[in-house]
């Protein structure tokens, strides 16, 4: 962060209090600072999340579009990230200038998602190797406050478990080509099953330990950040919790970020504490997007946007 | 004449609101830190975030030594229509839509105070509803209030349209998007209400000149309207005595 003068003695506060597993703030090397998630924000979306975590503001919306599946994967529909950095968070994203932000952060996306173990791009298939669905997830950056990969990660995972796909009511074959009809009814729809959607988590490194969810005091103190982007667990984003099956978290991306280098060593113990971190936070994003559903179907959800 | 029939037998809308009726508008000021001013805007179902940046120095190529320089970009989130769009901005209509903007605000910023300044407005349509230029001056117009830049007055937008109930014109107030779609007139007027003043006016479709009047003023009496709305949301976000920037400095 620019414009963030600290004196080496606070530096060495700081690399201290990490290395003791506890932070200037209070949280221990793993815990995230306090988000507000709400979904459904968005009506012309067929699902929207809006995220919060300290300063970072992000808005998700996920578009469906009928599309023609790959030749080369007929069974597997497709998913698309875009990323948007609104002038409104600085001044500098004005025009195209926020484009590089933006590509890096999709390609990450995009990278993340890019297994079957990340996210079944089966459920998006309509008709083997005619048609499929293509799901646009649009990310819009209205504020910047550090931390950007893992909100957008968290909004995107909000967004998509938000995401209905309407069923396809009768198709006809005509020729080659195939003319479907979509229900019109906004209720008959399937959610998407987005337990497994990748979360990425930043670590970034202070001393030889790495912390995540830094402070802008903290990344001042740091050269190097590894982004891991980590797959979820079903279990948590489903209300029969036994019936579903128990994966265990793996690693699906891993990507660097920052000037400096990471022993080998480091760098395994870096992916182990993002594997926990990202455990324990699909855990609480599971909980928070099952009482927000379970209020949404009771009609007991109040709906806040941005007024609150 | 010609067109859809926007006006039930009952005299109202499609929508439901009478011909004198605004849609609901909800508004915040404040909604983020970082920029000077911000605020939200929610006009039907039209949401707008607006941010002020400055005024701050110009870059060379834009300085005045007459005035501020007031620098405006409109982008529409690729989810804020039915249909995706590809671009969020820099194609043709926000571009209009940007210097519509400038236009409008310029008028109401005393911009004499600042030479050699600038100041940035940053808006952002989530969703389209029809009146996102309405929504987006309104939204604007809090944004500046809560940067703290002078201004000479409230600068309020609102559209109205020509409907007809039997062989009475009704002219509509606030025109949504179903009412744009089904191709009637629309006059967008940004106004200082206050002073009663029109700057930015502009008509699409074809309108018969016995009625512009009764149409024109339909939509003043609709930016006078907005302008208690507005007055009103300022007032009690300053009476809450704070904004969130002030939380992060203490």
Not at chain 1, 292 to 308: A, D, I, M, T, W
Request: aromatic fraction near 6%; proline fraction near 4%.
């Amino acid at each position: 962060m620019a414009g963030l003068l600290l004196s080496p003695t606070e530096k060495i506060y700081i690399l201290h209090g990490v290395q003791d597993d506890y932070r200037s703030d209070g949280r221990t090397n793993i815990d995230y600072r306090p988000m507000e998630l709400e979904t459904d924000v968005v009506s012309h979306a067929s699902g929207s999340a809006r995220l919060r975590l300290a300063n970072t503001d992000i808005l998700v919306g996920v578009k469906t579009e009928i599309d023609v599946p790959k030749p080369d994967n007929p069974g597997l529909g497709k998913i698309d990230f875009f990323v948007d950095c609104s002038a409104n968070a600085t001044p500098e994203f004005e025009g195209r200038g926020g484009e590089q932000l933006a590509n890096n952060i999709s390609n990450m996306l995009q990278r993340a998602y890019n297994s079957s173990q990340a996210f079944d791009l089966k459920q998006l298939c309509i008709l083997e190797g005619k048609q499929c669905w293509k799901l646009y997830v649009d990310i819009l950056i209205l504020e910047c406050g550090g931390n950007l990969c893992d909100a957008v990660s968290l909004a995107v995972k909000a967004a998509l478990f938000n995401t209905r796909i309407p069923f396809v009511k009768a198709a006809l074959m005509d020729g080659g080509s195939v003319d479907f009809q979509l229900s019109d009814d906004p209720y008959d729809c399937k959610l998407l099953e987005a337990g497994t959607a990748p979360l990425l988590v930043t670590l970034c490194k202070i001393g030889d330990k790495c912390v995540v969810d830094p402070s802008a005091e903290e990344e001042s103190c740091s050269v190097i950040s590894l982004i891991v982007g980590i797959t979820g667990n079903p279990k948590y984003y489903s209300k029969d919790a036994i019936e579903t099956p128990n994966f265990k978290c793996k690693c699906s991306t891993i990507g660097m970020n920052g000037p400096g280098s990471v022993a080998p060593e480091t760098f395994k113990n870096a992916i182990n504490q993002g594997i926990i971190a990202a455990n324990s936070l699909d855990e609480a994003l599971g909980r928070a997007l099952l009482r927000e559903r379970q209020e949404c179907n009771n009609f007991k959800k109040n709906s806040y946007g941005f007024l609150k | 004449m010609p067109g859809p029939d926007l006006l039930s037998s009952q005299g109202l809308r499609l929508d439901g609101r009478r011909p004198n009726e605004l849609r609901r508008i909800r508004c915040k000021l404040g909604v983020f830190t970082q920029p000077d001013g911000s605020a939200y805007l929610e006009q039907g179902n039209t949401k707008v975030l607006a941010a002020v940046y400055g005024p701050h120095q110009a870059s060379k190529s834009k300085s005045s030594v007459e005035g501020v320089v007031v620098n405006c970009q409109y982008s529409m989130a690729t989810f804020s229509t039915g249909e995706r769009k590809n671009r969020p901005r820099g194609d043709r209509k926000s571009q209009e839509m940007s210097l519509h903007l400038r236009q409008a605000l310029t008028a109401a910023i005393k911009t004499e105070l600042y030479p050699r300044s600038q100041i940035d407005i940053y808006i952002e349509v989530l969703q389209a509803d029809g009146g996102a230029y309405c929504a987006s001056v309104n939204a604007a117009t809090l944004a500046l209030v809560d940067a703290g830049v002078p201004l000479r007055a409230y600068a309020c937008a609102c559209s109205a349209s020509m409907a007809w109930r039997g062989a009475e014109p009704a002219p509509l107030l606030d025109v949504g998007h179903v009412e744009e779609a089904a191709g009637g007139v629309v006059l967008t007027v940004a106004s200082l209400p206050s002073t009663g003043n029109i700057a930015l006016l502009e008509l699409s479709h074809r309108l018969h000149s016995d009625y512009f009047e009764i149409v024109l003023s339909r939509a003043m009496q609709g930016c006078r309207d907005i302008e208690i709305i507005l007055d009103r949301a300022v007032r009690e976000h300053l009476a809450e005595g704070w904004t969130k920037q002030d939380i992060v400095t203490i």
